[in-house]
C-alpha cells in the first residue's frame, strides 16, 4: 500500500485482489476497518498469508481474522485481571519483608547498602521517580500522595510502603533484581513459590513482558519468550516447549497458586470457557493448538 493513506474503498479492493475471502456485507467490512483499523488487523490476517507480498493462503476468510483479533483481545483481557493480582501481591511481598529487615531505614530503596547503585542511578528510576514522584511540587499537587506522605517534615523520601505504590511492575523488579541482602530475596522467592531468586527473576520478567502486552494492547497470541522459561519444580511444561504463550500461562498459574489456590482455578476456568468457545472454529483451533500450544 506505500506510504499513503488510503480509503476504505481502496484497502477492500487490496484485500480482494490478495486473495482474502471478505465473508460480511461490504457496511460490515468498513465497519471493522473504521473500528480496529487496516493496519492493527494486518496484526492478524499475516497469520494467514502466504508471502511478502501479502497474499493469503487459499480459503482464507476474514471471519477468522476477526475471530483471532477477538480472542486476542479476550486472552489480553483474563491474563490483565490475573496479572494484576500477581503484581499486587509481589510489590506487597517486597516491601514488607524488605521494610522489616531494615527498619531503621523507611526509604530503603534509595538507599545503597540496601539497594545497588544500578538501580538508584538507572535512568528509569530517576526519571520515573525521583524526578517525577517524590519532588516536592510533585507532592504538593498529588493529593493522594501528600496525605500519605511526609510524616517527618525532614524526610526526603516516603517510606517504601508508600512510595512502591507509584513503581511500575519493570521497576519493581528492577528494583528487587538489586536488592543486595540474598537471603531477603530468597525469603521473598520461597514465599511465592520459587527456590532460585535466579529462576524467579527469569520467570518474573516474562510476566512482566505480557503483562505490558496486555496493558498495550499489543498482540498476544503468538507471543515468544526472549529466552526460555526457567524450570521449577511443580511447573509442567509441554515437552520442550518453554517459549510459547501456553508455557507462560503456566509459570502464572503456578504464581497464582501460592497467592491463591481459588484465583489459580479461576484462571484456569476463565481461559477453558474463552478457548471451547473458540475451539468450534477450525481454522482458530489450529492457531490455538500450533501458536498459543495451549491444550
Partial sequence: MGHKATNTKTQIKLLKSRGLELDYEEKKIKEFLLDIGYYRLGFYWHHFQIDNKHNFIANSKLSDVIALYYLDVDLRRILLKYLNRIEIHFKTKVIYYVSNKFKDLPAWYSNDTVVQNAFIHSTPYKKSMLNRVYTPDFINNNKTLK?????????????????LEFFTFGVLLNLFKKIRDKD???????????????????????VVLIRNICSHGDVLYDFRT???LSVVPGIDFEGSDRNSLNACIKVIAYLLEHISVNRKDEFISDL???????????????????????K
Fill in 147 to 163: 496525605k500519605h506522605h511526609f510524616e517527618n517534615p525532614n524526610d526526603t523520601y516516603a517510606p517504601a510502603w508508600k512510595a
Fill in 184 to 206: 531477603i530475596k530468597k525469603r521473598i522467592t520461597e514465599s511465592m513459590g520459587i527456590l532460585n531468586p535466579n529462576k524467579f527473576e527469569n520467570l518474573m520478567s516474562n
Fill in 226 to 228: 526472549p529466552r526460555g
Fill in 272 to 294: 477453558d470457557k474463552l478457548l471451547k468457545i473458540n475451539v468450534v472454529n477450525e481454522t482458530i483451533e489450529k492457531i490455538i493448538s500450533n501458536q498459543i500450544k495451549y
